[in-house]
């Protein structure tokens, strides 16, 4: 079975988000209409710099409902089912996930954890272990289709043997409230490491297209200066409030 790897790719965002933000903010305070102002947003009368520091102030103060008008819409591949079982736990979002009712899973790729990959005794096992279950996918697969369950029909059932390692492929879209929600819980060094690389690599993407919104973001301990997950659960990176 085929070894494969994270993927990320950032396929959409909206329009202008910078310029859009601003004026959401702007209409709280403001007595006039802001799509009056809009046309002077985008042909840069109110610089950048002054829109992106009024709205880091604003954010600062914890308002930041406006930034919900923002989504970005992210294409993954190369990642666990068991990363997106713990993906789709993060509810305001969109989901489209590749169906193993429609995909044949017989050459299925799968993930290997680097505590197993680096481990020879374990990764020999695994890696058995994978090759054992492709085997059983497609014998299950042919018994079925001799008894004239056909293509999705011989999927659906088959693909019950399949592990959690299995790799799959996700479009997801999320707005910026929520994917500041996203990276505070994922990129936590307390994260598993298959969906925090998910998060720090979103990220990435985000900042490098609003970072009035996402320079800061990450991890709650990085912005706060300390852990607030209390004793019990700290990673010691940051000192306890």
Not at 7 to 14: D, P
Not at 23 to 29: D, K, L
Not at 137 to 165: C, M, T
């Amino acid at each position: 079975m085929p070894q494969t790897g994270l993927r990320v790719e950032l396929l959409a965002h909206t329009p202008d988000p910078l310029s859009l933000i601003y004026a959401a903010f702007r209409q709280c305070y403001h007595a006039g209409f802001v799509a009056d102002m809009w046309p002077r947003l985008l042909n840069g009368e109110i610089s950048r710099e002054k829109q992106g520091e009024f709205i880091a102030g604003l954010m600062e103060s914890g308002h930041v409902s406006p930034i919900e008008h923002v989504q970005f819409t992210f294409a993954a591949s190369g990642v666990s089912r068991a990363l997106t079982h713990q993906l789709v736990r993060h509810r305001i979002a969109s989901y489209s996930q590749q169906s193993q009712r429609y995909v044949d899973g017989s050459n299925f790729e799968h993930i290997i954890p680097p505590a197993i990959a680096a481990n020879p005794k374990a990764r020999e096992r695994f890696e058995s272990c994978m090759a054992e279950i492709g085997d059983a996918y497609r014998d299950i697969k042919a018994a079925l289709e001799e008894d004239g369950r056909n293509g999705s029909r011989a999927n659906e059932d088959a693909r019950f043997v399949l592990p959690q390692a299995a790799a799959s492929r996700i479009v997801l879209t999320m707005n910026c409230r929520s994917l500041l929600n996203f990276f505070e819980h994922r990129c936590c060094t307390r994260a598993q490491w298959e969906i925090q690389a998910l998060a720090s690599t979103m990220l990435t993407l985000c900042r490098e297209v609003l970072p009035a919104v996402f320079e800061s973001a990450g991890a709650r301990c990085e912005r706060l200066g300390y852990c607030p997950e209390g004793e019990k659960f700290t990673c010691g990176r940051y000192p306890l409030p």
